[in-house]
């Protein structure tokens, strides 16, 4: 990310397979975020597809869906609002293009491993008779640089994650203010 542009807000795109925990920091770091860099929304890729009614799942309704979530994040963080986005996002070219269009970009990626997202079934998700499951049905491409990289192995609290991810996200920031 380049210096930070003091009259917008920050993109925090939070991104990782489905059960990896993304929403649930998403939640936890958001009175932290507000407090110390504005207002800020905290939005979960479930959030904006009931909202809107969005139901594709094939990759190439992803894709649109995604484009989608680009536009309204750039619109929220260019009226200088901060915006927590929780969402799969498996996409290269997607966050490609936050990078590039979106100032104040902070790609965060929760690393977690399928075969214990699946062990611990919270979102039910890995055992239904679906298709189109990133990870599963959809090759992820994975963010092979992402600015804040957080390993969830499932053995620490989500407090305890959330602490070391706001850690990341202030340090991370303390260098492009």
Do not use: C
């Not at 192995?153 to 990341?168: G, R």
Request: aromatic share 10%; hydrophobic share 35%.
């Amino acid at each position: 990310m380049k210096k930070m542009n003091k009259k917008k807000g920050i993109l925090f795109w939070i991104t990782g397979l489905s059960g990896s925990g993304k929403t649930t920091l998403g939640n936890k770091i958001k009175k932290d975020i507000t407090k110390i860099y504005g207002p800020t929304l905290m939005i979960s890729g479930d959030d904006i597809r009931s909202l809107f009614n969005l139901r594709g799942y094939d990759y190439k309704e992803r894709l649109k869906i995604l484009k989608k979530y680009n536009k309204f994040a750039k619109y929220v963080t260019n009226q200088k609002i901060n915006m927590i986005f929780a969402v799969v996002g498996m996409v290269e070219s997607i966050r490609k293009w936050n990078r590039k269009y979106i100032d104040n970009y902070v790609e965060i990626y929760i690393k977690s491993e399928l075969k214990k997202i699946k062990n611990l079934n919270k979102k039910k998700i890995y055992h239904k008779n679906t298709n189109n499951i990133i990870g599963v049905d959809i090759k992820a491409e994975y963010p092979s640089r992402p600015d804040i990289k957080i390993i969830n192995s499932f053995n620490k609290s989500p407090d305890m994650l959330a602490k070391h991810l706001l850690n990341k996200i202030n340090y991370f920031l303390s260098k492009k203010l």
